[in-house]
């Protein structure tokens, strides 16, 4: 399969199906992180919304989707853990406090 995948046998919805990438809607994609981060305890994620030959048009639509229908579904996870990773600024841009422990 992994031969399959790098030499690039595989179609777009192959890679969603066997766990390569997470593809779908706002829901699909809000489930799929939500059951990956709980499994491999993901507490911070880079997300490559951009792929391939994929028009600019779609992949704005994709960063608005994934910051409006995505992201605050998923705030609640590690939700009463410190939070060491995001930078300060990022919290004041955003408003809020980070949680860091003294």
Request: charged fraction near 30%; glycine fraction near 8%; include cysteine.
């Amino acid at each position: 399969l992994k031969a399959k995948a790098n030499s690039g046998e595989m179609d777009f919805w192959d890679y969603d199906k066997y766990g390569f990438i997470v593809a779908g809607t706002p829901d699909t994609v809000r489930e799929r992180i939500r059951d990956l981060a709980k499994d491999l305890r993901i507490g911070q994620l880079i997300g490559c919304l951009h792929m391939g030959d994929l028009d600019e048009e779609t992949a704005s639509m994709n960063t608005t989707l994934f910051a409006r229908d995505v992201i605050p579904h998923l705030r609640d996870l590690w939700a009463d853990y410190d939070d060491r990773w995001t930078p300060a600024g990022l919290a004041a841009i955003e408003g809020k406090e980070t949680r860091r422990s003294a």
